[in-house]
C-alpha cells in the first residue's frame, strides 16, 4: 500500500485517520506495520466498505475535502472490492538505528554470516555481491546494478530489501547505498573472503 507525503503529514499530524482502497484482495493487515518515510504506519482494522454508506466524515478523515473528491480518486471497482483501512499511530523505523550500529560483536557477525549462507543456498555469495556492488557504486540505479548481477531488476530489488531489513543498505532517490552497518558488513566479508 502506497501513501502519498501529503497523507503521510497527516497521518503524522494526526488528521488523516483513515484510507480507502479499492482490492482484488488487501495489501496490509491488521495488526501490522507499514514502512514509511516517517516511520511505521501501524495499520489499525481492514473492513470491507459499503460506498453507499460512505460520509463526508469519512473523506475528511481520509484527508478529501468532500465525499465526491474521495470517491473520484479511488481505483475503478471492476472486479474489485472497497476497504476502509484504519491507521492507529506511527512507531519508529528500527532499521533506521540498526544502520548506525557499525560496530558488528562476534555474535552480530556470525548472524549475519548465517543468514547469508541460508540465503545464498542456491547461488553462494549472490548477497555478498549485491553489497560489494552497491558499495562500489552507490546511487546506481537498481535496472543497472542487477544486470551487472545477471538477474532481473524485481528480483534484485527483493534481495535489497532483505538487506534492507538487516540495517545493511539505504535506499537513494537513485539506487542504493551502505549503511556504516553494511560498511562493516563488507570489511568482516573482505576480512573472512566470503
Known amino acids: 500500500m502506497l501513501l502519498k507525503q501529503a497523507t503521510l503529514d497527516g497521518i503524522k499530524r494526526g488528521d488523516i485517520t483513515l484510507a480507502f482502497r479499492r482490492w482484488q484482495r488487501p495489501t496490509v493487515k491488521a495488526g501490522t ?56 499511530g506511527i512507531e519508529a523505523d528500527n532499521r533506521l538505528a540498526l544502520r548506525e550500529a557499525a560496530n558488528l560483536s562476534d555474535a552480530d557477525w556470525h548472524a549475519l554470516a548465517a543468514r547469508f549462507a541460508k540465503w545464498d543456498s542456491t547461488v553462494p555469495g549472490y548477497f555478498p555481491s549485491i553489497l560489494r556492488l552497491i558499495g562500489q557504486n552507490p546511487e546506481l540505479s537498481a535496472a543497472t546494478l542487477a544486470d551487472r548481477l545477471g538477474v532481473e531488476k524485481l528480483k534484485f530489488k527483493q534481495d535489497v530489501r532483505k538487506l534492507k531489513e538487516l540495517g545493511l543498505t539505504e535506499s537513494l532517490d537513485v539506487g542504493y547505498r551502505l549503511s556504516p552497518r553494511g560498511a562493516a558488513a563488507l570489511e568482516k566479508l573482505r576480512e573472512h573472503r566470503l
Open 33 to 88: 506495520g507499514l514502512r514509511t518515510a516517517i516511520g511505521v504506519v501501524r495499520i489499525g482494522a481492514v473492513e470491507v466498505a459499503d460506498e453507499a454508506a460512505l460520509s463526508d466524515a469519512d473523506a475528511r478523515a481520509a484527508g478529501y475535502d468532500s465525499l465526491g473528491a474521495l470517491t473520484a480518486d479511488l481505483r475503478d471497482g471492476d472486479g474489485r472490492t472497497l476497504y476502509r483501512i484504519s491507521f492507529d
